[in-house]
């Protein structure tokens, strides 16, 4: 059956690589990765927490509100709707699931429990409890899977609380834990903050994915094996403990704790981790959830062997690549499908080699409208022109192609850009980007075939992010490339022969391009802290782009005397402000408090009427600068800002109200909290 479907889909791949060349219309990525959504009756409310096909074609869904549903004809076979069965209720938030000889096994918050229909009748009537996990009662102590290995075993991580920073209080929470069928426990590594996605590969090696937080600058995949640590501090709680594989200690930590990146601090911390692919905050996502390796073998596209991201904020999926270079992974993430209906918290292959996609944005929030969703992703058979592979060298990269470049193009030097960053590794929430700079393009060796460009750069960067940039890219036969920047993680530069360049590859004199602009939905960093606010936290210092920050006042003019009005806005869970609507009087002095409550980063942005949208775009297609600036576009629209705030800090700004009346906005600009997080500033006259 697998090879009747690689065949037809190499047939429809052929068949599919004129598609351009015929129409002359640029494909999107819907062109080529089509969204199926599944009919939901009204009267469930399925917030997915886990997903878990089975054999004969049903899938089993698990939710946040404690329900397993097994859905019969999820696929709507000719037009057909689905039906529903409740397999299971009254469970605690069930954010894992997984089918294996006819049970199903799901991550509760306090347990991991086996499920079985006995009599055949559609629900579950034995429930088994393998392994109970211990939980101070904190709202962020999540817990998910369970993924087995091939030997049957399973994994299942566990969220640190929060308590203002990430903690382990409930014991073995910020570990990966292995568990045996009959209930053994096995800690493996520790340094989770929120591991909401992981996978066992074809090779039994584990692969996680993690959320920007405390001590996490960004997110990132980390591969994780027995005794490593991961970053984060809070499952440190728990070394002391006799089955623990390591014995670092906060107090080890804290020696490190002075804003060097994780690349100089795992020089000290000899059970540090690094990752092996960093997702740049806000450039691709802001909240890596699942991840899935491509093992279709070549029914879902060109992309075999890979594995697959998604983001549950930006309602996305992304791609990764990975290679072993002096013995550890690293490897490179690019763009691959946004526009999902939900915030995208589980992945899984369907029994014909489609995506599905598991959403709930309840509480979270997300880009994508709905509270909840599933879906499924299919690919249309037509090939699209991408970056299919990124590999280091000695002296730079290797890019390998889905389809052979136009040469003339590839050798084109003013087509390429190279940017290097890194991100810091302390306590607080988060990072800027830091130490930005630009590699200097040496040369251009492009393969006879054309499907492999080797870059030869003047300085590639051990230890850091690498952005890579193609523009005015095209294949042999016209069709434009579809994403063109991807961001690649050296860890380690392998060693081996550097370039040979002929005259006619070497580049001289080339100018660095600027740092790229995106255009998309794609970002999320924060800030570097600086004066006292709330709580004796800090806030973040002003950046010298004074452009930017223009329109950020935060000492009263001394002409004022007393402000007409003081204002006070906070945020709370769900990417929302805690009020909606402001009001001042037309041309009155304003000091405005903004106070985060929240546990993620945000600013305050007021706009004239109806631009919140516009200056939110705008300030997600601010790319690298976009930590610098705070997010805030210099456009006329923008009235007035705060900078990026913390959690739990708060920045005071003053401003003079618009002597128009009207229903001027607010809005967060921080990058995709725009489309949900805005309020009204109504001025009276």
């Known amino acids: ?80 709707q689905p039906h529903y069965q409740l397999y299971a209720e009254g469970l605690h938030e069930v954010l894992g699931l997984a089918y294996k000889d006819g049970s199903l096994y799901c991550t509760q918050r306090g347990e991991l429990t086996k499920m079985t229909d006995t009599d055949g009748d559609g629900r579950a009537d034995v429930f088994e409890p393998i392994y109970r996990f211990n939980i101070s009662g904190n709202y962020h102590e999540y817990a998910y899977g369970p993924v087995f290995d091939s030997n049957g075993d399973m994994y299942v991580t566990l969220n640190v609380a929060w308590v203002g920073y990430g903690d382990g209080l409930g014991k073995w929470h910020g570990w990966l834990l292995k568990i045996k069928p009959d209930g053994q426990m096995e800690p493996i590594a520790t340094g989770l903050r929120s591991p909401a996605g992981f996978w066992v590969n074809g090779k039994d090696e584990v692969f996680y994915a993690e959320n920007q937080g405390d001590w996490v600058g960004s997110g990132r995949v980390t591969h994780l094996e027995k005794g490593d640590f991961a970053g984060n501090a809070g499952g440190l709680n728990w070394t002391k403990e006799p089955e623990s594989p390591l014995r670092l200690t906060k107090a080890d930590l804290a020696k490190v704790d002075d804003g060097r990146t994780m690349y100089e601090a795992a020089k000290s911390i000899k059970e540090m981790k690094l990752p092996c692919v960093w997702f740049p905050h806000t450039l691709m996502g802001i909240s890596t959830s699942d991840i899935i390796e491509d093992n279709t073998g ?35 993430c690019y763009p691959f499908r946004e526009g999902w209906a939900s915030g995208l918290l589980r992945l899984r292959w369907g029994t014909d080699a489609s995506m599905w996609g598991g959403m709930t944005s309840r509480g979270w929030a997300s880009t994508g409208k709905a509270e909840y969703a599933l879906q499924r992703l299919v690919w249309s058979g037509k090939m699209p022109f991408e970056m299919k592979n990124i590999s ?36 607080q929430y988060g990072s800027p980007i830091i130490n930005q700079g630009n590699c200097p393009l040496r040369g251009l060796i492009v393969s006879e075939d054309g499907l492999k460009v080797r870059v030869v750069l003047d300085s590639i960067r051990e230890g850091y992010i690498h952005e890579v940039k193609l523009k005015n890219f095209k294949a042999a036969d016209g069709t434009p490339l579809l994403h063109d920047f991807a961001y690649y993680t050296m860890n380690n530069i392998p060693v081996g022969e550097k370039a040979s360049l002929s005259a006619d590859q070497k580049i001289v004199a080339v100018t660095a391009p600027a740092p790229m602009q995106h255009d998309h939905m794609d970002m999320k960093t924060p800030v570097v802290p600086a004066a006292k606010g709330k709580k004796g ?145 109504r001025v009276l006259p």
Request: proline share 6%.
């Open 1 to 80: 059956m697998q090879s009747i479907k690689i065949f037809l889909s190499t047939l429809c791949l052929l068949s599919g690589l004129s598609v351009f060349a015929q129409t002359g219309k640029p494909l999107t990525e819907k062109d080529y990765y089509f969204l199926k959504t599944v009919a939901i009756p009204e009267d469930i409310k399925l917030e997915v927490g886990g997903l878990a096909p089975m054999a004969d074609g049903r899938l089993a869904v698990s939710t946040r509100r404690g329900q397993i549903w097994v859905i019969e004809n999820p696929y709507m076979i000719n037009g057909t």
């Open 392 to 427: 280091a060298r000695p002296d730079g990269f290797e890019i390998e192609f889905t389809l052979p470049v136009d040469k003339s193009l590839a050798k084109s030097a003013a087509n390429y850009g190279f940017t290097s960053f890194n991100y810091e590794y302390h306590h």
């Open 298 to 332: 070549g029914a879902f596209g060109p992309f075999s062997g890979q594995y697959f991201v998604a983001d549950q904020g930006h309602s996305k999926v992304m791609r990764m690549t990975l290679e072993r270079v002096n013995g550890k992974y690293q490897g490179a």
């Open 537 to 681: 936290k800090k806030v973040p210092k002003a950046t010298s782009t004074a452009a930017a920050l223009s329109k950020n006042l935060n000492e009263q003019p001394a002409s004022w005397g007393q402000p007409d009005q003081v204002l006070s806005l906070g945020t709370k869970p769900g990417l929302k402000f805690d009020l909606d609507l402001l009001t001042v009087k037309a041309g009155s002095k304003v000091k405005l408090v903004f106070n985060n409550n929240d546990d993620m980063q945000h600013n305050l942005v007021v706009t004239v009427p109806g631009m919140a949208n516009k200056v939110g775009e705008k300030g997600m297609g601010l790319g690298l600068k976009g930590p610098e600036l705070h997010y805030v576009p210099n456009l006329a629209e923008v009235l007035a800002n705060t900078k990026i705030l913390e959690p739990g800090t708060t920045e005071t700004i003053y401003f003079v109200a618009p002597s128009k009346p009207g229903d001027y906005q607010f809005v967060c600009t921080y990058p995709g909290h725009y489309l949900v997080m805005q309020g009204i500033l």
